[in-house]
């Protein structure tokens, strides 16, 4: 089998290299079984190429050095999926660390700032609700008003 790692190219030549050795011991293989034993030996990450390839194509009548450049071309489609992939991630991951230190600088110096708002919409939300209990909700009809309760005093 050949290594997930290795390419095309790599496994051609050493594919090339047993079957040149073969022939030298009168044990010679036709083209059909030369690209059949290629594809059987591709790793299973290759399984969805080879497929396709089986059903695309009459083996029997393939050469051998079209399919290893139909190969390299898969090669080389993968290759660029997956730098395209990697340089998407890394970018990403570079965005989201510029977000993260912002905000953490953003916080370290409005800190006080925001605590101060805080404490300033509580007292506001307070007074609000000190001033709503002085109004006593009254419907008339269809419309609701607002009138001032008895003991107000004014």
Same mark, same amino acid.
């Given at each position: 089998?050949?290594?997930?790692?290795?390419?095309?190219?790599?496994?051609?030549?050493?594919?090339?290299?047993?079957?040149?050795?073969?022939?030298?011991?009168?044990?010679?293989?036709?083209?059909?079984?030369? *690209?059949?034993?290629?594809?059987?030996?591709?790793?299973?990450?290759?399984?969805?190429?080879?497929?396709?390839?089986?059903?695309?194509?009459?083996?029997?009548?393939?050469?051998?050095?079209?399919?290893?450049?139909?190969?390299?071309?898969?090669?080389?489609?993968?290759?660029?999926?997956?730098?395209? *992939?990697?340089?998407?991630?890394?970018?990403?991951?570079?965005?989201?660390?510029?977000?993260?230190?912002?905000?953490?600088?953003?916080?370290?110096?409005?800190?006080?700032?925001?605590?101060?708002?805080?404490?300033?919409? *509580?007292?506001?939300?307070?007074?609000?609700?000190?001033?709503?209990?002085?109004?006593?909700?009254?419907?008339?009809?269809?419309?609701?008003?607002?009138?001032?309760?008895?003991?107000?005093?004014?």
């Amino acid at each position: 089998m050949i290594p997930e790692e290795e390419s095309i190219d790599n496994a051609f030549a050493k594919f090339n290299t047993i079957i040149t050795s073969l022939k030298a011991l009168d044990e010679g293989f036709s083209s059909k079984n030369c *690209v059949r034993k290629f594809l059987r030996a591709l790793h299973p990450k290759w399984r969805a190429k080879v497929t396709a390839i089986e059903e695309s194509k009459n083996l029997t009548t393939l050469p051998l050095d079209e399919l290893i450049g139909n190969l390299k071309v898969y090669e080389e489609v993968i290759k660029k999926d997956f730098e395209t *992939v990697k340089g998407k991630k890394e970018q990403s991951r570079s965005l989201a660390l510029k977000v993260k230190k912002e905000v953490s600088d953003e916080d370290s110096s409005s800190s006080d700032s925001e605590d101060e708002e805080y404490v300033m919409a *509580v007292k506001e939300f307070k007074k609000f609700f000190k001033r709503r209990g002085r109004f006593v909700r009254q419907p008339r009809g269809d419309r609701k008003t607002f009138q001032r309760s008895r003991n107000d005093g004014l």
